[in-house]
């Protein structure tokens, strides 16, 4: 089933937005599980699954959420509606493909920027996502800001953004990096944008290849998984032949939340622009502080932290009331040049009617007269 945005549901894109709020907490919280030996829970277990090895962890996760997806969407095809499995379209393997292979870029880029990188340093770049994909969504789908108010309430999200990641370096540590790690960083915020921009490319002309919110995530996340593994091969070498059953388990427990979390995305980049996108992935801080809390302990927090959290709420409320009052202004605009044309259409069916009415030996008659005043001006000329 297709989803047209201008007759979804207004409560779709807010449920939309908690889910996946929710699931970048959860990926968090399992992905520590995965990577670590440290307690996953309040409640247990006391040790993680301690498979440090983050690229065949990111490759794994793509691989089993699409390779799971691919099998219920043929299967569904192939025997319920008893028809040519619709993922067989190479038009649809060729609009995925751009978007795969930049979430998968960025996968790689993104997991070696946050080893070269002080974890303090790298969520200052971090807070510099939103810019990258302002920017992005200037190029690839050219959308803009529609206001002064719009751009402001972005300046105010970066720099909130950016205080309350900045807690980390008044706590002690080094925090300087090199100009290779300087790169990776930048480049990882160049791709954050990018996967951003293209994913919303992308929903824009499902249409194009007749393809739903599942196709998509599923040759997304299998043309990611193929673009990371080979990498993974390289730095990391044949550690995934030693997974055990433990970290299996939290393998496929983290691949559910993946599944869902990506779903949500692409609908999300389907519902709203790019730059709403970015304004929703900014806020993620505090959602997922409440669900630490919840599941692990209360996280202990600074004051600089709750300033930045605040502040960049607040950036982020006034975001959404410019656009509410532009695009309201825009609707009215619309709405004027909308009866402007329908007046001008209607006064000109009125004219023809009036003309249609008129009987034809009469519009002859007029017709000849007027071809014959034509062609007396014509001959003494």
Not at 320 to 344: F, V
Request: net charge positive; with cysteine; hydrophobic share 50%.
């Amino acid at each position: 089933m297709r989803i047209d945005p201008a007759t979804a549901p207004s409560w779709l894109l807010p449920v939309a937005v908690v889910f996946l709020w929710i699931g970048i907490s959860l990926i968090a919280i399992t992905s520590k599980c995965l990577l670590t030996d440290k307690k996953c829970s309040r409640w247990g277990p006391q040790h993680g699954a301690d498979f440090p090895y983050p690229l065949h962890i990111s490759w794994l996760h793509l691989f089993i959420v699409g390779a799971c997806l691919f099998a219920v969407l043929t299967f569904n095809d192939a025997v319920i509606a008893k028809r040519k499995p619709r993922l067989f379209d190479g038009r649809k393997l060729r609009l995925c493909s751009m978007v795969g292979c930049v979430f998968g870029l960025k996968n790689v880029v993104g997991l070696m920027a946050l080893r070269e990188t002080p974890t303090a340093t790298y969520m200052l770049f971090h807070a510099l996502n939103i810019v990258f994909i302002a920017l992005a969504a200037w190029v690839v789908v050219g959308e803009t800001p529609g206001s002064i108010g719009e751009i402001v309430s972005l300046v105010g999200i970066v720099i909130g953004s950016s205080i309350s990641s900045s807690e980390s370096f008044f706590s002690g540590g080094e925090h300087s990096i090199g100009g290779f790690a300087f790169l990776l960083n930048i480049t990882n915020g160049i791709c954050a944008g990018a996967t951003v921009a293209t994913l919303r490319w992308t929903t824009l002309r499902m249409g194009e290849a007749n393809m739903t919110i599942a196709e998509l995530t599923c040759l997304e996340l299998l043309v990611g998984a193929a673009v990371i593994m080979p990498i993974a091969f390289v730095f990391e070498g044949g550690a995934v032949f030693t997974i055990n059953s433990t970290q299996w388990f939290w393998l496929l427990v983290s691949s559910v939340i993946i599944l869902i979390y990506h779903l949500v995305l692409s609908l999300i980049c389907y519902l709203a622009p790019a730059l709403v996108v970015g304004v929703v992935e900014a806020l993620k801080p505090l959602p997922a502080f409440v669900i630490v809390a919840l599941i692990q302990k209360l996280p202990h927090k600074t004051t600089r932290f709750w300033l930045g959290t605040l502040f960049t709420l607040a950036s982020a409320i006034a975001f959404k009331l410019s656009r509410t009052i532009n695009g309201d202004s825009l609707r009215r605009r619309n709405s004027r040049q909308y009866l402007l044309e329908s007046a001008s259409i209607q006064y000109q069916t009125s004219g023809r009617e009036l003309y249609d009415n008129v009987p034809l030996n009469e519009r002859i008659g007029n017709d000849l007269e007027s071809d014959s005043d034509a062609s007396v001006q014509v001959t003494a000329s």
